[in-house]
């Protein structure tokens, strides 16, 4: 059985509603991010000694990640951007 709550992802609803919608860009995840987004810290200074965190902003899939948020947001800047995850939507 399918979980009930696959139908607020955003992949699933948009394909219903696309019309309707804002244009938009999927950024898909590798697990080291998820891994990041799950950690219970926040980097206020780059000298933080935290090294499980300062390993995964140092490494290439991070870095890579970063390049194609900025690449999405430079492409869908004429209209403002608006950043969500699955789960959360920016207050």
């Not at 696309?18 to 898909?28: A, Q, R, V, Y």
């Not at 219970?40 to 490494?59: G, H, L, M, T, Y």
Request: proline fraction near 5%; aromatic fraction near 10%.
């Amino acid at each position: 059985m399918i979980s009930p709550y696959i139908w607020c992802q955003d992949h699933i609803w948009r394909a219903y509603f696309e019309k309707k919608c804002f244009k938009s860009l999927t950024i898909p995840i590798t697990p080291l991010v998820q891994t990041y987004l799950t950690l219970d810290s926040v980097i206020i200074d780059a000298s933080e000694e935290d090294n499980e965190i300062q390993s995964i902003i140092k490494s290439l899939e991070f870095q890579s990640l970063l390049r194609s948020i900025q690449d999405s947001i430079n492409y869908l800047s004429t209209n403002g951007v608006v950043p969500r995850l699955n789960w959360s939507v920016p207050k």
